[in-house]
């Protein structure tokens, strides 16, 4: 399916809680979540690593917190009122961010986020929309389309590389202990090939991975973070990819 990025009108009272607003993609996904009127809640361990221009918004709560290390009851106040919950967290790209604690922040941001809002028992079902990769493979799906040589790389990746366990891992929960029939808790998960920079640009979502890992693709951190605003303002996208684990890339 092709998508070409596309304003929305939102209603201006929907609250989106973001956890890894600082980063890469985070910061995309923050600014554009409030050009579109959406109230973000924003989770940070340093609120000195959002992005310029942002701090004076008046839809933008900043809560500075290591997010692991909020108890049950503050982790539930922050889900509290959220429509959509979207997690860019990922581990820092150096030497102590990937090797070094905790090596599961993903898997464990993910599982603590969902319980906190089964355990908020909210009228509707919020959204939780997680940025993957496409080195995840979708649970219940086995193998996709991956040859061999693929399968045995992603083998290696999960046993020595604790990201690529840790991603893999946060699906896999979501997948058996969320599923797709919960009262409380719906979930996409997002999969981009290579991060690149760039503006939003034209770009196409697949039910599965398209190109080989040894010959990937390109994708925008702003297309991530453009569809990614979408799944939480947006019915259409949301009802197509609910439940699901899109590979978004680039078109060329
Ligand atoms: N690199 C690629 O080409 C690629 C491709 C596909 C998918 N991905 C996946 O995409 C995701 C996001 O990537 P990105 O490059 O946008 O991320 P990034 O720039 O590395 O940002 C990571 C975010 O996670 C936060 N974080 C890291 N460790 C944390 C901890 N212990 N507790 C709380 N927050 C923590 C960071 O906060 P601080 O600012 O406080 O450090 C930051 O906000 C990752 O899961 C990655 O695996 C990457």
């Not at 409030?34 to 109230?39: K, N, P, Q, S």
Request: hydrophobic share 40%; with cysteine; aromatic share 4%.
């Amino acid at each position: 399916m092709s998508h070409a990025a596309t304003p929305l009108g939102v209603s201006p009272d929907k609250t989106v809680l973001l956890v890894g607003g600082t980063g890469r993609t985070g910061q995309r996904v923050l600014c554009r979540l409030l050009e579109r009127g959406v109230a973000v809640r924003a989770v940070v361990r340093s609120a000195g690593r959002l992005p310029p221009g942002v701090a004076g918004d008046p839809r933008l709560t900043v809560v500075e917190a290591d997010l692991l290390a909020l108890d049950d009851e503050s982790l539930a106040a922050q889900v509290r009122g959220c429509e959509a919950v979207v997690s860019c967290l990922g581990h820092t790209i150096s030497l102590r961010g990937v090797f070094g604690p905790p090596h599961d922040l993903v898997a464990r941001a993910t599982a603590r986020l969902c319980g906190a809002i089964r355990d908020s028992r909210p009228a509707a079902p919020v959204k939780f929309i997680l940025m993957s990769s496409v080195s995840v493979d979708h649970p219940g799906a086995s193998g996709e389309r991956r040859t061999a040589p693929e399968r045995l790389l992603l083998r290696v990746l999960r046993r020595l590389v604790p990201p690529a366990r840790d991603n893999q891992r946060a699906a896999d929960f979501l997948h058996a202990a969320i599923g797709t029939e919960d009262p409380h808790v719906r979930w996409v998960v997002v999969r981009p090939d290579t991060l690149r920079e760039g503006e939003v640009s034209a770009y196409s979502l697949h039910e599965r991975p398209v190109s080989s890992l040894f010959r990937p693709d390109d994708t925008r951190m702003s297309n991530v973070a453009d569809f990614m605003c979408d799944l939480a303002t947006a019915d259409g996208s949301w009802n197509e990819w609910a439940g699901r684990l899109p590979v978004i890339v680039d078109r060329n």
